[in-house]
T-cell receptor
Framework: DAMVIQNPRYQVTQFGKPVTLSCSQT?????MYWYQQKSSQAPKLLFH???????NEADTPDNFQSRRPNTSFCFLDIRSPGLGDAAMYLCATAGNSNQPQHFGDGTRLSIL | GQNIDQPTEMTATEGAIVQINCTYQTSGFNGLFWYQQHAGEAPTFLSYNVLDGLEEKGRFSSFLSRSKGYSYLLLKELQMKDSASYLCAVREDSNYQLIWGAGTKLIIKP
């Protein structure tokens, strides 16, 4: 039973065309994270929410935005994707800071 | 600064034992996690250490020495399905963020 669900698994968009990635969870976890991961690199945290409290990483480009309309859903909006934004985008949740993060299957984003 | 070091790649034989090391330098320490990540898939949680010593979970064990800034993941009775990347991640303090290593790609040969 999938607990953190990301849609779609694969997304192709055009250079500069806005794209939205979605994540939902059935765990009722307080914390939700968005990571960017490129091949053979560590996951890079973009932002996270504790409930509705939004926390942006200092080096996350302005091109990346996020919304969390309720506990279950979180969205990643890329306003004007560039070729360098092609990557795997991972959503994760955690009940609190002492618990491991649970990841969705990820969305692999390609930019044409 | 923050730094987590792991070997880039390791090779081992099916049925054998392998130890994957992780050293970290962080401004604080509040727990270390190991995750497994198969190619093209999301990381899955393996183990968590916050106190010194060994945590055992079936074929997998994880060890922590806080004074040395060192952890290892021990995999026994290796199976072909253990071929994956293994990521070490440290939580610096009581916040919700992890500092991630780049992962160790483990190749299992028959």
């Amino acid at each position: 039973d999938a607990m953190v669900i990301q849609n779609p698994r694969y997304q192709v968009t055009q250079f500069g065309k806005p794209v939205t990635l979605s994540c939902s969870q059935t765990l009722n976890h307080n914390v939700m994270y968005w990571y960017q991961q490129k091949s053979s690199q560590a996951p890079k945290l973009l932002f996270h929410y504790y409930d509705k409290d939004f926390n942006n990483e200092a080096d996350t480009p302005d091109n990346f935005q996020s919304r969390r309309p309720n506990t279950s859903f979180c969205f990643l909006d890329i306003r004007s994707p560039g070729l360098g934004d092609a990557a795997m985008y991972l959503c994760a949740t955690a009940g609190n800071s002492n618990q491991p993060q649970h990841f969705g299957d990820g969305t692999r984003l390609s930019i044409l | 600064g923050q730094n987590i070091d792991q070997p880039t790649e390791m090779t081992a034989t099916e049925g054998a034992i392998v130890q994957i090391n992780c050293t970290y330098q962080t401004s604080g320490f509040n727990g270390l996690f190991w995750y497994q990540q198969h190619a093209g898939e999301a990381p899955t949680f393996l183990s968590y250490n916050v106190l010194d010593g060994l945590e055992e979970k079936g074929r997998f064990s994880s060890f922590l020495s806080r004074s040395k800034g060192y952890s290892y993941l021990l995999l026994k009775e290796l199976q072909m399905k253990d071929s994956a990347s293994y990521l070490c991640a440290v939580r610096e303090d009581s916040n919700y963020q992890l500092i991630w290593g780049a992962g160790t790609k483990l190749i299992i040969k028959p």
